[in-house]
């Protein structure tokens, strides 16, 4: 009997291997961006063509809809409705056994596509996945699509991404394309940011000034903040959008299951409002609407005027978006003006409250018992913990992490948004030719490296978590091509931190599905920026340079002496001795063919390398570079990118930085480096006390740093204090470094502690 069974058996396998084996089916192996919980490839696979009939359960409509019009969009338009008799279909089935509300599971069979779910957005996120796996333009009859299982669910309920339209405005078909963007990355918060100094970008209907005069500006930066003098385009700029716009795009989005979250300022970054209304502010005089970028002291002043103003405001916005959350800003808003106007003096005494700190909290608590009376929640930027946190209010932490700590200690919502990680208008390659931006360094692996848990946080707090957010400020994209490039691919890398489990994250993974998926933004015209074959460089402990590359296949060719490698240049294969000065050039080869830019690596074999470095402070976690070591590793970091891997970045500490050399060593010069960006937060050190270990003592010298509105301070200690030491041995070199101090009145980040970024130490 047994054997009769084996026997049957093998027949149907070599009939169903025959029938296989008569043509040959090119199945693409499965590639999704965000990278589903888990995916089984099984054997077989599916044929998708005219006759293919498709069926969705009625609490799918908006998945349903989505799918059909996407066979439109492929050319089969006349798919038969799926009656349970066909043995070719697609079927969106509603599960009431999902558990997430958002999952789904799919499956993929010779016979049939499966999706299950429990909600419409777990069958739209399915079908997010299946559109992935069908090929981006189809011209061919039958589609092919490999058998397996997928079960997915997002990590975070919160996926977000912001668009600032204050700074430049896009049109409503330029919003749409986004929102798509993020609905194929399963992303369903838009947080759009309506106001601020440079623009006010909504209709408010009882308020026909804030349409004719915070909309415009008479005219814009041109160049860098840091560029001076500073130069304009005398354009006048501006519009806003109806609130028909508005509900278009609302409902766009809803179609989508994304959220639009409406981010109106308060009480800072009000200038353009106050332009409008001279009477909301607190300074007795007439203000424009913002022509330049940066933080503004005009402020809503505490008046009657300004309550009634912002409830009204309120009112619309409230009726109008359906979120469950409107953004108040309630960042960087100076105080300057409270304190000396006698209106705001007078309210901070009547209400009991002790300083323009809770004068700030009473605005941000008044706002959030209005709206909750409408029945919204209130979402602000971190300094909303200053002077008392609302009770209900969600915080976005873009200062670092310590805001969303604080927060979800206390009990609160957050949302991780640190400039460290989710900022898209910072640089994203250290390449000297990027587009002009506002300054930072955050790369593709830095976005998708994220950890949106800190340590900070165990058991109940990281339930407080809702979510991630990438960051678009526009103040350098006046295109929608330069937002696009600045917010692509990162806004995919910011998606698998968003949705993926952390055990399904890997980067080189991920890298490789990045380019299967380039060309279908190309399909969707998204002018993204390509840095897939750029070369990572790392200098190993034994001092040698290794060379890599993340997409799979692909060479590496590289020379040392200058000349741009080709062809016949030697084929990277093991760490490259790092002995000399030298300079690396390598690129990456498929075949014969170049791709990506040059990679170039110059190497100073200085007295600094190889020797010990000890520095009294761990560098701040998200700019911690290469460690110490990286401050004399031959390797100077950009100088136009604090964020790279040579620079370290120290949030407020006093350095004390030791190195000592292998043996005595001669010391003829010192190069210290510091990043000076204010409007970054960061300033160079007023002066740095420097100590030099001899046999027959120490000399010691106090090194002051003239001031300066350069991006980077190279300082040079070469000083008399040598002289008569020539023929002396230095055993040690010592640096006290203490940090600027508390950024001043007037400045961005006014009362913040400033940063200090040095990196290599050049000793010769
Ligand atoms: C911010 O970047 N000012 C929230």
């Not at 777990?122 to 981006?136: D, E, H, N, T």
């Not at 933080?295 to 009204?312: G, H, Q, R, S």
């Not at 750029?534 to 799979?552: A, F, P």
């Not at 204010?678 to 740095?688: A, E």
Request: hydrophobic share 35%; net charge negative.
């Amino acid at each position: 009997m047994l054997q009769r069974i084996l026997l049957i058996t093998i027949l149907i396998l070599t009939v169903l291997s025959c029938t296989k084996t008569t043509r040959h089916v090119d199945l693409k192996s499965p590639s999704i961006i965000p990278a589903p919980q888990s995916l089984q490839v099984n054997d077989g696979y599916f044929t998708f063509h005219e006759n293919t009939s498709f069926r969705f359960d009625p609490e799918f409509p908006m998945a349903g809809k989505f799918l059909l019009d996407h066979f439109d969009k492929m050319g089969f338009d006349e798919l038969n409705d799926y009656d349970d008799k066909e043995d070719n279909y697609i079927y969106l089935k509603f599960n009431e056994e999902i558990d997430s509300t958002e999952g789904y599971r799919m499956k993929i069979d010779p016979e049939r596509i499966l999706i299950h779910a429990r909600t419409d957005a777990g069958a739209f996120y399915a079908v997010q996945s299946l559109i992935q796996l069908f090929p981006i333009l189809n011209d061919k009859d039958e589609i092919h699509l490999p058998a397996l299982t997928i079960e997915d669910e997002p990590r975070f309920k919160y996926r977000g991404m912001h668009l600032d339209v204050s700074r430049h405005m896009f049109p409503v078909a330029f919003i749409k394309k986004y929102i798509d963007a993020m609905a194929m990355l399963k992303m369903n918060n838009f947080h759009w940011h309506l106001t601020d100094d440079q623009g006010w970008r909504i209709e408010i209907k009882q308020y026909s000034k804030l349409q004719e005069v915070a909309a415009y500006r008479d005219s814009t930066l041109l160049g860098h903040y840091n560029d001076t003098p500073h130069k304009y385009n005398t354009t006048r700029y501006g519009g806003y959008y109806t609130q028909d716009e508005v509900r278009e795009v609302i409902a766009f989005a809803k179609a989508r299951h994304i959220n639009i979250i409406p981010e109106i300022e308060l009480p800072g970054h009000a200038q353009a409002a106050i332009a409008a209304y001279p009477e909301l502010g607190c300074a007795n005089k007439d203000v424009n609407v913002a022509t330049e970028w940066g933080v503004f002291d005009n402020i809503y002043c505490p008046n009657p005027e300004t309550f009634e103003f912002l409830e009204n405001v309120l009112d619309e916005v409230a009726a109008l978006f359906p979120s469950p959350y409107i953004h108040i800003g309630g960042d960087e808003a100076p105080k300057t003006q409270w304190k000396q106007s006698v209106i705001a003096q007078r309210f901070i005494k009547e209400n009991g409250l002790k300083d323009e700190y809770e004068l700030q909290s009473y605005f941000i608590k008044h706002f959030e018992k209005y709206l909750a009376s409408k029945g919204k929640k209130i979402i602000g930027w971190d300094e909303i913990l200053e002077g008392g946190l609302a009770k209900d209010a969600t915080v976005m932490s873009w200062r670092g992490m310590q805001g969303a700590i604080d927060a979800a200690k206390k009990g609160n919502d957050v949302i991780m948004t640190p400039t460290s990680h989710c900022y898209f208008d910072y640089y994203q390659s250290d390449d000297e030719n990027e587009p002009l931006a506002i300054g930072g360094f955050l790369p593709l692996e830095k976005v998708y490296g994220f950890n949106p848990i800190p340590d900070e946080l165990s058991g109940e707090e990281i339930t407080h978590v809702l979510g991630v957010q990438g960051n678009v400020w526009t103040e350098y994209m006046p295109t929608t091509d330069q937002v696009e490039y600045m917010a692509f691919p990162r806004m995919l890398a910011l998606s698998e931190v968003a949705w993926s489990p952390v055990e399904k994250r890997d980067y080189n993974l991920f890298v490789n599905n990045l380019e299967v998926m380039l060309p279908r933004l190309d399909a969707m015209d998204i002018k993204y920026a390509n840095h897939l074959y750029v070369i990572e460089g790392n200098l190993n402990e034994d001092q040698e340079y290794e060379l890599s590359t993340k997409t799979l296949g692909k060479e590496i060719r590289y020379t040392t002496d200058g000349t741009e490698p080709n062809t016949n240049s030697t084929i990277y294969e093991s760490p490259i001795p790092f002995k000399e000065n030298m300079i690396v050039k390598a690129q990456v080869f498929d075949n014969a063919q170049p791709l990506g830019r040059l990679f170039s690596q110059e190497f100073l074999y200085h007295k600094g390398v190889g020797a010990t470095i000890t520095i009294n402070h761990p560098p701040h976690k998200s700019y911690s570079g290469s460690g110490a070591n990286g401050l004399i590793n031959g390797i100077v970091g950009s100088d136009t990118r604090y964020g790279d891997k040579e620079w370290l970045g120290f949030w407020g500490d006093d350095l004390e930085i030791e190195i000592a050399f292998d043996e005595p060593t001669e010391v003829n010069e010192i190069q210290l480096r510091f990043y000076h960006a204010p409007g970054q937060w960061i300033y160079s050190p007023k002066s740095y006390d420097l100590h030099l270990e001899t046999k027959m003592g120490r000399i010691s010298d106090r090194v002051f740093i003239p001031k300066g509105n350069e991006n980077l301070i190279t300082y040079k200690y070469n000083s008399e204090r040598f002289k008569g030491y020539e023929d002396m041995m230095f055993y040690k070199l010592e640096l006290i470094i203490p940090n600027y101090g508390t950024i001043p009145d007037g400045a961005q980040g006014a009362g913040n502690k400033a940063w200090t970024f040095i990196d290599e130490i050049i000793i010769k």
